[in-house]
């Protein structure tokens, strides 16, 4: 049970992906301690806790590492970049089949309620209780290119720069490495002459409607794709009500969780 449960979790597809990503373990420099876990092992977990949203103290002891190295590793790991680097290698898989969509990016964000910790802020849709915003870039069809947090008073718009920014150069399936959409679609929260003006400039037509003179009926026909995605990302229970006190971490499990995404869609071209 608990084979299948690691291997339904962590399938050999994407741990051949992942592995060459981890960092090698550093042993403590005064010595001693006990042997290190398996990475197969703490990645199994940590996507388990991502996925149940179990607290790490009631990890079960099923995946082979107690709850204080899995927490431990993650924090390593999570320094090291590695959840941005999957997801990108995950990304880079799909680009090189030609399964991303460039003929636009859209971008939307949800709120998240938040029990504590930095990147939180009083919802203004929640009667000013804590919470986080989740913000997410997608492809044309709604595969997660980017993700950011903020805290939950941030304005979308906000996130709008960074979020283009940290658009990665994705593999192609000919010719060099593509991070620039077509178009860029965004309801009417993240217009402003600033945003038209940045995406022009770097040869983005955008796709934002206008406070007061466009419905947002026609964005609608592609809005529900990164709203989709968003809905993606929140099945995985981890993400559904924030408990971690560093915004660090809780940007660490939305990484994971965008590369688990894609690579749902990776798997499904192999299967």
């Not at 999957?86 to 998240?112: N, Q």
């Not at 304005?155 to 593999?171: N, Y």
């Not at 099945?235 to 688990?260: C, E, N, Q, T």
Request: with cysteine; proline share 7%.
């Amino acid at each position: 049970m608990a084979v299948d449960l690691a291997w339904e979790l962590v399938p050999a597809g994407l741990w051949k992906i992942a592995a060459p990503l981890i960092p090698p373990f550093q042993p403590r420099q005064q010595g001693g301690g006990t042997a290190p876990a398996a990475d197969r092992k703490v990645f199994t977990a940590v996507v388990y806790l991502l996925t149940s949203g179990c607290a790490w103290r009631y990890l079960p002891p099923m995946f082979g590492t107690s709850p204080a190295t899995a927490h431990r590793r993650f924090t390593t790991w999570t320094k090291a970049g590695l959840w941005r680097r999957l997801h990108r290698a995950v990304m880079d898989e799909l680009g090189a089949r030609g399964e991303l969509d460039w003929t636009s990016a859209i971008i939307d964000a949800a709120s998240v309620r938040a029990k504590r910790g930095s990147l939180t802020g009083p919802n203004p849709v929640d009667r000013g209780k804590k919470g986080s915003k989740l913000h997410a870039l997608s492809e044309a069809q709604g595969i997660p290119l980017a993700v950011a947090v903020s805290g939950a008073n941030v304005h979308d718009s906000q996130a709008f720069k960074p979020l283009l920014l940290g658009l990665p150069a994705i593999r192609s399936r000919r010719g060099p490495r593509r991070w620039r959409p077509v178009k860029v679609r965004a309801d009417k929260a993240y217009f402003s002459a600033g945003h038209l003006a940045r995406l022009r400039s770097r040869r983005l037509i955008p796709r934002i409607a206008r406070p007061g003179i466009e419905s947002g009926e026609r964005l609608g026909r592609h809005r529900w794709k990164i709203e989709r995605s968003i809905a993606w990302l929140f099945g995985y229970r981890r993400l559904a009500v924030r408990y971690k006190r560093k915004g660090s971490h809780i940007l660490a499990f939305l990484g994971l969780a965008a590369a688990l995404t894609c690579y749902k869609k990776l798997a499904k071209l192999t299967t």
